[in-house]
């Protein structure tokens, strides 16, 4: 049974950092984009940033997320990352994992979530 769980989330002041991980299992890790997106209350669930399959060459972020967040992945450890550095409260939001397969897309995984609180 395929597995994506996040973890890392919590409560952190404008400014702060926190560092997300969403660890897999039950995938072959390295075949599958990863992208981490979020929703706020009463919003839509919007893409945060993703990484390509194998080396993970290639991301792409939201626009607010450029210069702040960071995604990578540790395909040793089935596991991909989101570094979110200057916090902002408009930044809250539950964050979700999701893993794409590079070539079945209906290969389609995600997370549980992860809630991140960004207030003083």
């Known amino acids: 049974q395929v597995q994506l769980v996040e973890s890392g989330g919590g409560l952190v002041q404008p400014g702060g950092s926190l560092r997300l991980s969403c660890a897999a299992s039950?995938?072959?890790?390295?075949?599958?984009?990863m992208g981490w997106y979020r929703q706020a209350p009463g919003k839509q669930r919007e893409l945060v940033a993703t990484?390509?399959?194998?080396?993970?060459?290639?991301?792409n972020y939201i626009d607010s997320a450029k210069g702040r967040f960071t995604i990578s992945r540790d395909n040793a450890k089935n596991t991909v990352y989101l570094q979110m550095n200057s916090l902002q409260p408009e930044d809250t939001a539950v964050y979700y994992c999701?893993?794409?397969?590079?070539?079945?897309?209906?290969?389609?995984?995600w997370g549980q979530g992860t809630q991140v609180t960004v207030s003083s």
């Open positions: 999701r893993a794409q397969h590079w070539m079945i897309s209906k290969n389609l995984y």
């Open positions: 039950a995938i072959t890790f390295s075949s599958y984009n």
């Open positions: 990484i390509t399959s194998g080396s993970g060459t290639s991301t």
